[in-house]
Structure formats: C-alpha cells, structure tokens
C-alpha cells in the first residue's frame, strides 16, 4: 500500500490520542470513541479504510466492529 493512501491517518481527530479510548473491551463503552469519529474530518476515509480492509477490532470511522459487520451486510443487500 502507498503512504498517500494513509495520508488521512494525519488529519485524523484521533492522532495522538490515547490508542486505548479507540479499543474498548465492549461495544457499550465506545461512547468516547464515536464522540471523537463524530467530529473528524476524515471520519468517512477512515470508515472505509476499516470497512475495505476489514477490521475485526476497534473503532474506525466511528463504526464498532458489530456496527462495520452490518454496514458489510447492508452494502451487500443492495448490490
């Protein structure tokens, strides 16, 4: 993968943070985390980062694992 396609990664809201607040051990307690998505610029090229390549954990583009595994299906629904 070429370094432009992460350049997203530095304008990212959670660049620099606590890497812990994006990794919580439910889905319940991913409050803080979706709050930081909800407010990034690059929240949509994160998502689809997560959804393209994806992630089984985290929270990426202010999507849970549950909630990506959902928009997979939901995408796939409507192909």
Same mark, same amino acid.
């Given at each position: 993968?070429?370094?432009?396609?992460?350049e997203?990664r530095?304008?990212?809201?959670?660049?620099?943070?606590?890497?812990?607040?994006?990794?919580?051990? +439910?889905?319940?307690?991913?409050?803080?985390?979706? +709050?930081?998505?909800?407010?990034?610029?690059?929240?949509?090229?994160?998502?689809?980062?997560?959804?393209?390549?994806? +992630?089984?954990?985290?929270?990426?583009?202010?999507?849970?694992?549950?909630?990506?595994?959902?928009?997979?299906?939901?995408?796939?629904?409507?192909?």
């Amino acid at each position: 993968m070429a370094d432009h396609d992460f350049e997203w990664r530095m304008a990212g809201a959670c660049r620099g943070l606590n890497p812990d607040i994006f990794y919580p051990d +439910e889905d319940d307690e991913a409050d803080i985390a979706k +709050e930081i998505c909800g407010s990034c610029v690059v929240q949509v090229a994160c998502l689809e980062h997560a959804l393209l390549r994806r +992630e089984k954990v985290g929270v990426w583009g202010g999507a849970t694992e549950r909630e990506r595994r959902r928009i997979i299906r939901q995408r796939r629904r409507s192909a």
